[in-house]
């Protein structure tokens, strides 16, 4: 019996390093904005809280989502092991004895 891997997805240095050079750019840049407008400090400062609270929130539901995907990889991986354990213990030539 052989057992195949599945492929682990992995992300290369350079593609961490490009997401995580964006991600500060794009926050440092809407932070450069909102110091800049034209108004009161109170307009900045909800601003500032509403960009806060939409960053928080991507890293929560970026988490969520790896959590439901690593939780379904490990029952895909339980449920193909039960699949080649019960093939592997069935016999089509096995005879049956009636009593």
């Known amino acids: 019996m052989t057992t195949t891997k599945a492929p ?51 890293f929560t539901l970026s988490k969520c989502v790896r959590d439901h995907q690593e939780a379904s990889a490990v029952i895909s991986r339980v449920d193909q092991v039960r699949l080649e354990r019960l093939l592997a213990e069935y016999d089509p030539f096995k005879q049956h004895v009636m009593p």
């Open 8 to 58: 682990v997805p992995r992300t290369t240095t350079a593609f961490l390093v490009q997401a995580a050079l964006s991600f500060s750019i794009s926050v440092i840049a809407v932070i450069y904005a909102i110091a800049h407008l034209p108004g009161d400090a109170w307009i900045r400062g909800f601003l500032l809280l509403g960009m806060l609270y939409v960053v928080t929130s991507t």
